[in-house]
């Protein structure tokens, strides 16, 4: 490839699906506000490229391995914390898990990718208030997705599409029984929200608060690491 068609390409990113028909109201609404006035009309091109930056789709290279936890989102991981998977699923096991919470803001890719190769073998959708995502209550309170995916081990992975003080709309194209690879596209939330992800008992995270995370990229954790966990639940 011609490095003038190369760097053309890096900067021209796909734009998801979902983000043309926004895109195109924006668009229509600038046209608008340069009939009206000239520098309104500038305004408008600027929130719709803003528009265009929000629903982009990069490409992203994903490790190869069966026992790597990815990201399923960009963003900061604002809390690691540890809790049972939600109670939405009804799984008899509520002993508590590592849940790694990673917060998008309007400027982050808004695509979620799946964290591992595995299928979805529980789903729950819960309505819900719209707080600040990053507040550990958002788990509890906001509107969110749960799916509960299993990988060929019979290992169980939660992860949590969360709903944010400015999300309106989570989006989810996978449901039970879907086949997901580690670094596949499965949703997206519009416009500032947060993913969680359950790790399964013993297995501990490879990232710290503070942290900014690739989707499809960044390694949370490797379960080929796990640790022991005696009856009380606590990990030696």
Not at 12 to 38: C, D, R
Not at 165 to 171: D, E, G, H, P, T
Not at 213 to 220: H, I, P, Q
Request: charged share 20%; proline share 6%; net charge neutral.
């Amino acid at each position: 490839m011609q490095p003038g068609k190369t760097t053309l390409k890096s900067v021209l990113v796909p734009i998801n699906s979902e983000g043309w028909k926004f895109i195109a109201i924006f668009a229509a609404v600038t046209v608008i506000l340069f009939l009206i006035a000239q520098p309104l009309g500038w305004i408008g091109v600027i929130l719709t490229l803003w528009c265009a930056y929000f629903f982009r789709d990069p490409d992203r290279i994903t490790p190869i391995s069966d026992d790597l936890v990815i990201a399923p989102a960009d963003g900061r991981i604002c809390m690691i914390s540890q809790a049972p998977l939600p109670k939405e699923l009804e799984l008899q096991d509520q002993s508590p898990r590592t849940r790694i919470s990673i917060f998008m803001n309007v400027f982050n890719v808004h695509v979620n990718r799946s964290p591992i190769n595995g299928e979805i073998v529980g789903e729950a959708y819960v309505p819900g208030k719209f707080v600040n995502a990053e507040l550990d209550k958002a788990s509890e309170n906001n509107e969110r997705q749960i799916l509960l995916v299993r990988d060929k081990d019979g290992r169980d992975f939660g992860v949590v599409q969360i709903a944010g003080l400015v999300a309106r709309r989570i989006l989810c194209d996978v449901g039970r029984g879907s086949i997901l690879k580690a670094g596949e596209r499965f949703g997206l939330i519009r416009f500032g929200s947060r993913v969680d992800v359950y790790l399964p008992a013993g297995v501990e995270p490879k990232v710290c608060v503070g942290q900014l995370t690739v989707a499809g990229e960044t390694v949370l954790a490797d379960v080929a690491q796990t640790v022991a966990v005696p009856a009380t639940g606590e990990i030696r």
